[in-house]
């Protein structure tokens, strides 16, 4: 059976779960992306161009008249690919309302149509703007979807159609993502809640090739802090330099390892001087995955996401470490558990992430690093990811 994802970019996580899910010998995974860097890639996510053991199919991203992106000779290729599921999200879905002549076709040729929603950024249909706007991260609220009701009230609106009259199915990473998109009028049951890892197999080889090298000199700080994420304003990470500021007083072993770059690079590192703490923060630059990155985490104590997020929690809950955050993109609530494995700080609250911080500090750090490895073995890593979408599309099969 193929399946086609219909994605701005792949990068390299993308890659690695995809392949995973291909490994059934009852799905055939292709992917359809621009052959330049796509407009819903945002700044500074990494694009990998590795091989992939999937047939990835490169076509031209073009302007549609409603101003959003999709792709030229995308019905050929589907027919042609003889396509049985077409996995897509927003904004690529939006082509099948505004051109009904291409969703006739693909009804017509049996082809289910899954809608891969991301669970943060979608209201409620009964949701007001103001309550959204209360429940989501600060982060988020200067994105265009809040800039008028108009925007709010037609972004609903095209959901409602979507799930009405056009998803056969649909695939969101989260338990509560099945209640936000049921709100829309499709079935529960045809809702998946597929969740989020990295390639955990692979994360798990690198660290035990690590610890085999008998030449490895690594030392573990306690008190050493470690964020990885894109250098951007919704990463809070600035947030994470202050309260460095505050706890080095009480805590002269205290350092900050930063993994990523971006815009506020120069900002942070600006911050970082003026606060007097070049000595205990270090910029590593972008790190993507493999030894490098796993040796960081290694020498880490904490692992700390100040402002949205996802997939890093998973990556330094396979090397152990506690986990603070605060409002992620929602995955937070199937990996961090108050007190089992870390803690929550109010979302942009300096005084309650350097409290979350001191918690962990007070505590069995190495019990809750322990329990963040069990819960990623058992809850949450790639073949249990990959199993849920496979189950889901021997459920939408014709």
């Avoid at 399946?3 to 059934?24: D, Q, R």
């Avoid at 549609?64 to 000779?73: E, G, I, L, S, V």
């Avoid at 035990?208 to 470690?226: C, D, G, M, Q, V």
């Avoid at 990885?228 to 947030?239: E, Q, S, Y």
Wanted: a positive charge; charged letters at 25%.
């Amino acid at each position: 059976m193929k399946v086609v994802f219909v994605f701005g970019g792949l990068p390299h996580y993308l890659i690695k779960l995809l392949s995973k899910i291909n490994e059934s010998s009852k799905v055939e995974i292709l992917t359809i992306s621009p052959d330049t860097r796509g407009r819903t890639i945002g700044n500074g996510v990494h694009l990998s161009d590795e091989d992939t053991a999937f047939k990835s199919i490169k076509l031209v991203e073009y302007n549609t008249w409603y101003n959003k992106p999709f792709f030229k000779n995308f019905y050929s290729t589907i027919k042609s690919e003889n396509t049985k599921i077409i996995v897509l999200g927003w904004p690529y879905f939006l082509a099948l309302i505004f051109n009904p002549l291409l969703l006739l076709k693909l009804k017509y040729k049996k082809i289910k149509i899954i809608v891969r929603e991301i669970p943060f950024s979608v209201p409620y249909n009964h949701e007001s703007r103001k309550n959204f706007t209360l429940r989501c991260a600060e982060s988020q609220r200067n994105e265009k979807i809040f800039t008028s009701f108009f925007n709010f009230s037609i972004t609903k609106l095209f959901r409602k159609l979507t799930y009405s009259f056009i998803a056969d199915s649909a695939f969101t990473y989260t338990d509560v993502g099945i209640d936000i998109l049921a709100s829309y009028g499709i079935d529960k049951n045809k809702i998946f809640a597929t969740y989020n890892s990295p390639d955990t197999d692979y994360i798990f080889k690198t660290i035990k090739k690590i610890e085999s090298n008998k030449t490895s000199t690594i030392i573990k700080n306690k008190f050493r802090i470690i964020h990885v994420g894109r250098l951007v304003k919704w990463k809070n990470v600035d947030l994470l330099i202050r309260a460095v500021e505050l706890l080095k007083p009480n805590y002269p072993e205290i350092e900050l390892a930063i993994i990523g770059n971006g815009e506020e690079e120069g900002n942070l590192k600006e911050l970082t001087k003026s606060l007097n703490l070049t000595n205990q923060i270090k910029f590593l630059g972008a790190i993507y995955e493999g030894e490098a990155q796993s040796v960081e985490f290694l020498k880490s104590g904490i692992y700390v996401l100040a402002g949205m997020g996802g997939l890093s929690i998973n990556e330094a809950m396979c090397h152990s470490l506690p986990i603070i955050c605060s409002i992620a993109d929602g995955t937070e609530k199937h990996l961090v558990f108050e007190g089992v494995n870390g803690y929550y700080f109010e979302d942009g609250n300096l005084e309650s992430l350097t409290e979350a911080i001191k918690h962990v500090w007070s505590n069995d750090i190495d019990l809750l690093g322990s329990n963040s490895l069990k819960i990623i073995e058992d809850k949450i890593n790639i073949q249990i990811v990959a199993n849920n979408f496979n189950n889901a599309f021997a459920l939408n099969k014709n």
